[in-house]
């Protein structure tokens, strides 16, 4: 038989609630055809890498959804393709379940190519390293994360709380080389200017900023990079395809 090269976890794991888990795994290598002297060895390594097999005489109807999710993930696992697809695999799992499920796929993406699909952002954000977003049927962004991120509109901002007089930090911020725009407004609760600076791509100027405020007299009392995260570029995206294809 041609050798397995792709293991997959669907959004609802293809369990038998009526078998135990090590009787479901036995018939999950049978069905890859898993040589009869590797078997055994193979089913205890993937159960002691995801951690169920304490849970090996256990019916699975009686297993908590993490566990059930567990199963699902290993019997994706046996045989060790080359290849695991995994379709949402943390839906409906407590905080808890979801680290662990997320620390187990960072592991298997040491010796395997994992292909994850999910609308859970922060998730894709938590393991992956690189991302696709498809909209309508089309592929509207392919890249790492963090440079999905950094080309996104609005995500070359420094966002200030300063005290002193407007005008006064308004000249200061402007006069600094890669700073290509300044909003300000007040706070009147903390009687402090909120201030947005609008920068240049791959430029930092925190330091030249706190420089200028320093010699203007005016206290910096907070001062932060606007990070836009993947949720941000997602609507970006799926929003402009979503104009494009209906001309609105």
């Known amino acids: ?37 590797q078997k055994d060895k193979q089913i205890k390594e993937v159960m002691d890498m995801v951690k169920i097999t304490d849970m090996k005489d256990r019916l699975i109807k ?13 019997q994706a696992i046996l045989g060790y393709p080359e290849v695991i697809i995994l379709d949402e695999p ?37 393991v992956c390293d690189y991302v696709l977003i498809i909209s309508h049927g089309k592929l509207v962004a392919s890249d790492t994360p963090d440079n999905l991120e950094r080309l996104a509109a609005g995500s070359n901002s ?9 005008d006064t930090i308004r000249k200061a911020l402007e006069t600094i080389e890669g700073v290509t725009g300044v909003e300000m407004s007040y706070d009147s609760d903390e009687k402090l200017w909120k201030t947005k600076l609008s920068i240049q791509e791959n430029v930092d100027i925190r330091e030249k900023v706190f420089y200028a405020m320093a010699k203007a007299n005016c206290p910096i ?28």
Do not use: W
């Open 158 to 166: 420094l966002l200030m709380k300063v005290k002193g007089e407007k």
């Open 221 to 248: 009392y907070e001062m932060q990079v606007k990070r836009v995260s993947l949720e941000d570029v997602f609507l970006e995206l799926t929003e402009g395809e979503k104009k494009k294809s209906t001309g609105k």
């Open 90 to 126: 943390t839906v409906g799992l407590d905080p808890k379940q979801i680290i662990e499920i997320r620390d187990l796929i960072k592991g298997l993406k040491q010796k395997h190519t994992v292909i994850l699909s999910s609308h859970i952002l922060s998730e894709v954000r938590a």
């Open 62 to 74: 009686n297993l908590s959804k993490g566990y059930r999710q567990r199963v699902g993930l290993a």
């Open 1 to 37: 038989a041609a050798k397995k090269c792709i293991g997959y976890l669907p959004e609802m794991p293809p369990l038998y609630f009526d078998m135990t888990v090590l009787e479901y795994m036995k018939f999950a290598a049978d069905l890859k055809k898993i040589p009869r002297n």
